[in-house]
């Protein structure tokens, strides 16, 4: 194996743009929350700021949400993965009351969900992680706690960090 694919290969070192991905992580105050195309558009903005926005980052070693969903999944637990959150604020699938403890002890802006429809007569009520469950798409992060109950989501429209410094004070 050549020297320089040993150097590329190195378990300890991370792609450039997952440091940088990790770094904007890192900067977001608690209580805050950046999603993944906000995290890409800061990115592609640091790259070039006379650049017009581009939906989703573009160009040259400037990825678009689901680039930097991947680092946040493989690199992420290093920093507070709880703040890089998707559009719609749902809780990360498999990791939803720990980032739920860690929202609330931020005090991050949550929306309580509506209680947990009963199943119509038609369908078994057998639970959201019954039989068939990943058919129907439950117990996949769409708000079904183990419980039964529906879980919260991040409040976006209160909670989203614009990169700002929050003004003194400020708890989301």
Do not use: F, K
Request: glycine share 14%; aromatic share 4%.
């Amino acid at each position: 194996m050549s020297r320089e694919r040993e150097e590329q290969t190195e378990p300890h070192e991370l792609p450039d743009y997952a440091e940088r991905v990790l770094a904007v992580a890192e900067q977001i105050p608690p209580g805050r929350v950046m999603t993944y195309g906000d995290v890409a558009e800061w990115l592609a903005e640091e790259l070039d700021p006379q650049a017009p926005p581009v939906a989703g980052g573009a160009g040259r070693g400037v990825g678009r949400p689901r680039q930097v969903g991947r680092v946040m999944a493989l690199y992420g637990s290093v920093v507070p993965w709880w703040r890089v959150v998707r559009a719609d604020g749902a809780l990360l699938p498999g990791h939803e009351r720990r980032a739920l403890a860690r929202y609330r002890a931020e005090g991050t802006p949550l929306r309580e969900a509506a209680r947990a429809r009963p199943a119509p007569e038609s369908e078994p009520a057998d639970g959201a992680d019954g039989p068939g469950a990943a058919r129907r798409g439950a117990g996949r992060g769409r708000g079904a706690a183990r419980s039964g109950g529906a879980l919260p989501r991040v409040d976006m429209r209160r909670a989203r960090w614009d990169g700002n410094p929050p003004p003194p004070g400020d708890r989301a």
